[in-house]
């Protein structure tokens, strides 16, 4: 590693120190990354390609911190050719576009009092490489990345390990993201939207009931650390409101979980004094989670399917809950029937559910009519629809309360 180098990656080096520094002489920085065993780039595409095997190649990328475009080479060289760079330095720039690797440049410092002079939501990628180091690029310029950034959108940047040696603040690095994003409304959500596609890849119709459950069962530990990432409080939200109803049920009440997945409602109702619980899920690997910690009395594992039925008697349940459960690839509106049979006359379905499916999904727009198609049949009465400000990522939800009437 030259000493030159070594200089300019140290905290007290400003943003336009470091830049100039580049200005001053960009092919030295090739030379010496040709000599260095500099591996970024193609980490950075590599990973590309293997978290988001669906990105096609005309996917809009904006490379970060773009330089002489090596990372771009890579990028071209694996298909992809809608990219973009931006930079702090016109001259280092200048080299890639000699090249011919970028389809359009952005000359700007980035810096985390400076917003870009890019429009919100304009690429599906950002890469970057080489870009967050001491006396360079820090977590505090994330947010304005990630405004640039669609919904949906995958951030991937490659980073030396070794940094927090050189760095206290790096040190820090991904626990201050987490703390920044906390602190500011709804980036904690954007962050994990943008590391997991949750929403992009699960939560859309297009996924049939067979890969909705493999999705979860691939990854079941994963799904804890996702949610918790994504400020998920559907089942606190949902067991409060059970526990505000529960004049109507007591510790006893037979509860059946339905999609329970690892658990997460049923530890929240025991919170709430519920002991009697059961668990419903469609993947076996998610149970197994629950199981593991004991959550459960009984556990089925069984597809639920609007011409299917379930592996459990008539009228068996006081109380059915859900979270997490109706939402584009999971359940719809015409299950209710099905899961209604297990339930005792009298009993309750109550459930949390995301606002605004109805935008993603058509299937979603007749999740009411149906309810009240079913109250107009004298099958069910629904006691309530109550808005909850938070539900996932920053995204309110509603918990419904449905009272059985008949079979
Ligand atoms: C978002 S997770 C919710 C898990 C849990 N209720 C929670 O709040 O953390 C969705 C669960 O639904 C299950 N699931 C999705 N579609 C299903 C179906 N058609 N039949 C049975 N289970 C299904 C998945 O296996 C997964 O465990």
């Given at each position: 590693m030259s000493g030159k180098f070594d200089r300019i990656i140290h905290e007290s080096v400003t943003p336009v120190q470091c830049v100039d520094f580049y200005s001053n002489d960009p092919v030295s920085l090739d030379d010496h990354n040709a000599l260095s065993n500099y591996k970024g780039p193609e980490e950075v595409v590599k990973a590309l390609m293997e978290i988001e095997p669906k990105v096609e190649n005309i996917a809009r990328i904006l490379d970060v911190c773009a330089g002489t475009g090596r990372l771009a080479k890579v990028l071209i060289n694996n298909g992809f050719h809608n990219i973009d760079a931006l930079d702090g330095s016109q001259m280092m720039l200048e080299e890639a576009l000699r090249q011919g690797l970028y389809k359009n440049t952005v000359v700007s410092m980035i810096q985390p009092d400076l917003r870009l002079p890019i429009a919100d939501d304009s690429y599906d990628v950002i890469t970057a490489s080489g870009t967050?180091?001491?006396?360079?690029?820090?977590s505090d310029c994330i947010p304005d990345l990630i405004r640039v950034l669609k919904p949906g959108g995958v951030m991937i940047f490659a980073m030396r390990t070794s940094y927090e040696k050189l760095s206290?603040?790096?040190?820090?690095?991904?626990?201050?993201?987490l703390r920044d994003y906390e602190s500011c409304q709804g980036m904690l959500a954007a962050l994990a939207r943008i590391m997991y596609n949750f929403d992009r890849d699960v939560v859309t119709d297009k996924l049939s009931p067979d890969e909705c459950i493999k999705y979860y069962s691939k990854q079941p530990e994963r799904y804890d650390e996702d949610v918790e990432a994504s400020n998920y409080k559907g089942p606190e939200e949902l067991a409060?409101?059970?526990?505000e109803f529960s004049p109507a049920f007591d510790k006893n009440s037979r509860i059946l979980d339905i999609c329970a997945g690892t658990g997460r409602l049923a530890?929240?109702?025991?919170?709430?004094?519920?002991?009697?619980?059961?668990?419903?899920?469609?993947?076996?690997?998610?149970?197994?989670?629950?199981?593991?910690?004991g959550?459960?009395?009984?556990?089925?594992?069984?597809?639920?399917?609007?011409?299917?039925t379930l592996p459990i008697e008539n009228d068996s349940y006081d109380l059915l809950t859900a979270s997490g459960t109706f939402a584009p690839g999971h359940l719809y509106s015409d299950c209710i029937p099905v899961l209604l049979r297990v339930l005792k006359p009298g009993g309750m379905m109550i459930w949390a559910?995301?606002?605004?499916y109805e935008k993603k999904s058509p299937q979603f727009e007749k999740f009411d009519p149906d309810i009240e198609a079913l109250e107009q049949a004298g099958k069910a009465k629904l006691l309530g629809k109550k808005h909850i400000p938070l539900y996932l990522y920053e995204d309110g939800g509603f918990i419904y309360m449905l009272k059985k009437l008949s079979n």
């Open positions: 967050f180091a001491p006396g360079h690029l820090f206290e603040q790096f040190g820090n690095f991904d626990s201050n993201i409060r409101a059970i526990a530890k929240q109702l025991k919170n709430f004094g519920f002991e009697n619980i059961d668990a419903l899920d469609g993947s076996e690997a998610m149970l197994k989670e629950a199981v593991s910690q959550i459960y009395k009984n556990t089925f594992v069984s597809m639920i399917k609007s011409d299917g559910m995301r606002e605004g």
